[in-house]
């Protein structure tokens, strides 16, 4: 199979691909004690978070091999936004748990950054998806006009 990374939405669920990836590295939360010493809790630290992660970022990596088949990289991108938004209310939750003694980092959103990007790779597809069907109506109407 030929992967199209000129096609808009590859690229937005590769970076999308990249910043669930980048989760794997990074620090949830952290705090400073009074001796200076830092302590964070990092995604993989947590099963439920490293789950989410991996799932998240394999049906990233699915939805760009179909960039073809418009309709179910549309499928696979509106179920990866729909645990992405589990995994942000997941993290909210965490949050206001937390926040009394860790100061949370700017990773925390990127599941929120990745429905953004996936929405708007799911526009690009749609709209690839509508220009194939409309050629081939136009073809099918040509076929008959010539009988």
């Known amino acids: 199979m030929i992967l199209t990374w000129p096609r808009m939405q590859n690229v937005l669920l590769a970076i999308s691909a990249f910043l669930m990836l980048s989760l794997l590295w990074s620090r949830l939360c ?51 936004i729909i ?11 965490a949050f206001f748990q937390l926040k009394s003694v860790y100061t ?15 929405i708007l790779a799911i526009r690009f597809s749609w709209k690839d998806a509508s220009v194939v069907i409309a050629r081939d109506f136009r073809r099918k109407a040509a076929k008959k006009l010539k009988k």
């Open 30 to 80: 952290y705090t400073v004690d009074m001796d200076g010493v830092e302590y964070s809790i990092k995604f993989t630290e947590h099963v439920q978070f490293l789950i989410f992660t991996l799932i998240t970022f394999a049906l990233c990596i699915a939805a760009i091999c179909y960039c073809k088949q418009y309709i179910l990289q549309i499928r696979v991108c509106i179920i990866n």
């Open 83 to 93: 645990i992405l938004l589990g995994y942000q209310i997941w993290l909210v939750v």
């Open 104 to 118: 949370f980092t700017i990773s925390a959103l990127f599941p929120l950054v990745c429905i953004i990007l996936i």
